[in-house]
């Protein structure tokens, strides 16, 4: 009989945006399984301990800590070179760095718009144009970008979010296939509500007042759920899998009030 092929070990891992939440905890992950992981965000002061964290965990792999501004392509070109220097290559690239803001469509200026474009649209096409050469001109790899169910149904108060994410969605499908030929997998995960710090922030829910992972009956997920749908795709396991979206969103709603939708009633 055989077993599943989730292992990362040796891998080479990007991961933007890695400072805190999700892209924390797919960092984490990714290098608990044996991954070496160049993680950034735009403050070394907030990237710098989890790469620490990281480096001195037993039987983990090693972490690189790039300050970088995802939404400028020369900080994303040296966060690559930084990576290929440090590890030898790029075998896999999370696109995870993004943010928004809540405002009605008549109330979003054209900075507000471009701001949130930039961020989660245009940043995913600079670290994935940079450090998919790498992956072209060496032997492929696994591309693995962060939409959200507002990409996927109506948002509002979110349409500049929701349209940043439904693209990168139909970017990932696209190239799926473009990149086929290079021996490149691109696939994408769109998460439901999940408690990070920022939910935490605009919504007060706190860690304690978290069902547990082992609850079904949930509309709000853990940081660590998304991260292990992230290492599926990344692996071998997933060698089959490319050019789809991923759907984490927990049990379907049922009603429309916060406390269902939370999953806290």
Avoid at 22 to 34: D, F, N, P, R, Y
Avoid at 49 to 77: K, S, T, W
Avoid at 242 to 251: H, M, Y
């Amino acid at each position: 009989m055989r077993e599943p092929t989730y292992d990362v070990a040796e891998e080479t891992a990007i991961v933007t945006g890695a400072s805190q939440g999700i892209g924390k905890a797919i960092a984490e992950t990714l290098a608990a399984s044996g991954a070496n992981v160049a993680i950034c965000s735009r403050s070394m002061d907030r990237i710098g301990p989890v790469a620490d964290a990281i480096n001195d965990a037993e039987d983990a792999g090693d972490a690189l800590a790039v300050e970088c501004n995802v939404r400028e392509r020369e900080q994303v070109q040296n966060l690559v070179d930084e990576t290929v220097e440090e590890f030898g290559d790029v075998d896999v690239l999370v696109n995870n760095a993004g943010g928004e803001f809540v405002a009605n469509f008549e109330d979003i200026s054209a900075n507000g718009w471009e701001t949130i474009m930039d961020l989660n649209l245009t940043s995913m096409v600079h670290c994935t144009q940079l450090a998919g050469e790498v992956m072209r001109e060496g032997d492929g790899g696994s591309i693995v970008n962060l939409s959200s169910v507002n990409g996927q149904h109506a948002a509002p108060g979110e349409s500049h979010y929701s349209a940043a994410k439904a693209a990168i969605i139909r970017l990932t499908e696209t190239l799926a296939v473009e990149w086929a030929d290079d021996e490149i997998r691109v696939n994408c995960v769109a998460p439901g509500l999940v408690q990070t710090p920022g939910v935490a922030e605009t919504l007060g829910i706190q860690s304690e007042d978290m069902p547990p992972r082992e609850k079904t009956d949930r509309r709000i997920g853990h940081s660590e759920e998304i991260a292990d749908v992230v290492q599926f795709l990344a692996s071998p396991a997933a060698s089959f899998i490319t050019g789809e979206t991923l759907t984490a969103k927990g049990v379907p709603k049922a009603g429309n009030s916060m406390s269902q939708d939370l999953g806290l009633e």
